[in-house]
């Protein structure tokens, strides 16, 4: 098991978290860890996990900032930006 940082150092970025946690899993998947070793990697993954989580809730509230507050719903129908063009030429 090769540690790159100690382990309750903050991740660079979300996708290096996401990256380490993806490797922590794989380790744990295999069965090979010692049992120390194995709780070592779960409290690192759960420290992972509760990063991800608020950077995950730190860019939902900007998106609501940038937004004015008001999430509009995904409009997949091509029609309605269609008739705005026609009315336009």
Same mark, same amino acid.
Request: net charge negative; aromatic share 6%; charged share 20%.
């Given at each position: 098991?090769?540690?790159? &940082?100690? %382990?309750n ?5 979300f996708?290096? %978290?996401?990256?380490?946690? *993806?490797?922590? /899993?794989? +380790?744990?998947e295999?069965? @090979? &860890?010692?049992?120390?070793a *194995?709780?070592t990697a779960? @409290?690192? #993954? *759960?420290?992972? =996990?509760?990063?991800c989580a608020? +950077?995950?809730e730190?860019v939902? +509230? +900007? /998106?609501k =900032?940038?937004? %004015? $507050?008001m999430l ?5 129908e091509l029609s309605? $930006?269609?008739?705005? %063009?026609e #009315? @336009?030429?």
């Amino acid at each position: 098991m090769s540690k790159k &940082l100690p %382990a309750n150092a903050t991740p660079a970025s979300f996708e290096s %978290a996401m990256a380490e946690l *993806s490797e922590l /899993v794989s +380790q744990m998947e295999t069965g @090979q &860890l010692p049992l120390e070793a *194995s709780v070592t990697a779960y @409290q690192r #993954g *759960s420290e992972l =996990i509760k990063y991800c989580a608020f +950077q995950l809730e730190k860019v939902e +509230q +900007q /998106v609501k =900032i940038l937004d %004015a $507050g008001m999430l509009k719903p995904f409009n997949t129908e091509l029609s309605d $930006g269609n008739d705005n %063009a026609e #009315g @336009q030429a």
